[in-house]
């Protein structure tokens, strides 16, 4: 008997730590929330008009549980400027979503990847090879010949009476003008139906990335991914990587004919690097980079 009262004593005690977690007291205000599922009902169908009422009544900045995580919110432009310019070191971890938990591509990207020596030396070539001023100056022709790309399109269909899709040809003209910074080369064609196929691909990743997802809330059921987010998201990266592998390849087999080129796109850029890097970094580095 007294065992019996033992034993359900012991499990109340377990379901009320989970049921009815204690809050620390050095957290803002926020909603309590229910047990288990937390404040997941105060988002609604509507997330950002959710958490402006609720920043209304909590202030701008508060504590909610999703699920088994605690949330903070910040919710005005001065707590915002607090969080990501003067204390942006404090806060620069973040929270992978379960999605992109593909295998190799977090430890490559600078979005997801934690800051570390490999992140510093991934950020530190993206800022002096892709984003510094020589490279944007030096780009400024490819962008203004895609322009005349674009309206000499638009300006062949209308003269034919054909319907222009806005969409898929500023995604191409985009997509072209990010390929030949890196690769030195169109990878679909304005006319083609590739553009359409390319556009799924990378918006069926960005829409399975920003999906809600069950393993966010309750990181038990990583194990299971229960939504398939991360299975479909694999297949994305995996056809993306095919791609960047494919080109990569091809270059290296013209390095192999006429010998490595001086730093002509990024992706010569990247391959340099990667031979005086002893080591340290390798082509399988970049792939997430490039995604």
Same mark, same amino acid.
């Given at each position: ?5 033992? &034993? ?13 977690? $204690? ?44 699920? #088994? ?5 910040? #919710?005005?432009?001065?707590?915002? +400027?607090?969080?990501?310019? %003067? ?10 979503? *379960? ?20 992140? @510093? +030396?991934? @950020? ?6 892709? &984003?510094? #001023? ?13 322009? $005349? ?26 997509? !072209?003008?990010?390929? !030949? #910074? ?14 359409? +196929? ?5 918006? *069926? ?7 809600? !997802?069950?393993? *966010?809330?309750?990181?038990? /059921? ?8 991360? @299975? ?10 095919? &791609?960047? +592998?494919?080109?990569?390849? @091809?270059? /290296? ?8 080129? %001086?730093?002509?796109?990024?992706? *010569? ?10 080591? %340290? ?7 997430? /980079?490039?995604?």
């Amino acid at each position: 008997m007294a065992v019996d009262i033992c &034993f359900f004593a012991l499990a109340a005690c377990i379901c009320a730590y989970f049921l009815f977690p $204690r809050k620390p007291t050095n957290l803002p205000p926020g909603p309590t929330g229910l047990p288990i599922i937390g404040s997941l009902l105060h988002l609604g169908r509507k997330p950002n008009e959710s958490l402006f009422e609720l920043s209304r009544r909590y202030g701008p900045i508060m504590c909610l549980r999703l699920g #088994s995580r605690t949330t903070i919110v910040v #919710s005005t432009a001065m707590a915002a +400027e607090e969080v990501l310019q %003067k204390h942006d070191q404090a806060f620069a971890g973040r929270t992978v979503v *379960d999605a992109v938990r593909t295998p190799g591509h977090v430890e490559g990207s600078l979005v997801w990847n934690q800051q570390g020596p490999k992140w @510093r +030396e991934l @950020r530190r070539i993206c800022n002096m090879e892709m &984003f510094a #001023s020589r490279r944007l100056e030096a780009s400024r022709g490819l962008r203004e010949q895609k322009m $005349r790309v674009l309206i000499d399109h638009i300006g062949a269909a209308c003269a034919e009476g054909r319907p222009v899709d806005i969409g898929k040809c500023a995604f191409t003209t985009t997509l !072209n003008l990010v390929s !030949n #910074s890196i690769f030195s080369q169109d990878v679909v064609d304005l006319g083609s139906e590739s553009a359409g +196929e390319f556009k799924s691909l990378v918006w *069926d990743i960005l829409e399975a990335a920003g999906t809600p !997802n069950l393993a *966010d809330y309750f990181p038990a /059921l990583r194990v299971v991914d229960p939504q398939g987010l991360r @299975r479909r998201i694999t297949v994305s990266f995996q056809r993306l990587h095919a &791609f960047f +592998e494919e080109m990569i390849d @091809r270059r /290296l087999e013209s390095y192999a004919a006429k010998g490595q080129k %001086k730093d002509q796109d990024f992706l *010569d850029a990247l391959l340099q690097h990667v031979t005086h890097s002893a080591g %340290k970094l390798t082509v399988n580095d970049f792939k997430p /980079l490039l995604v």
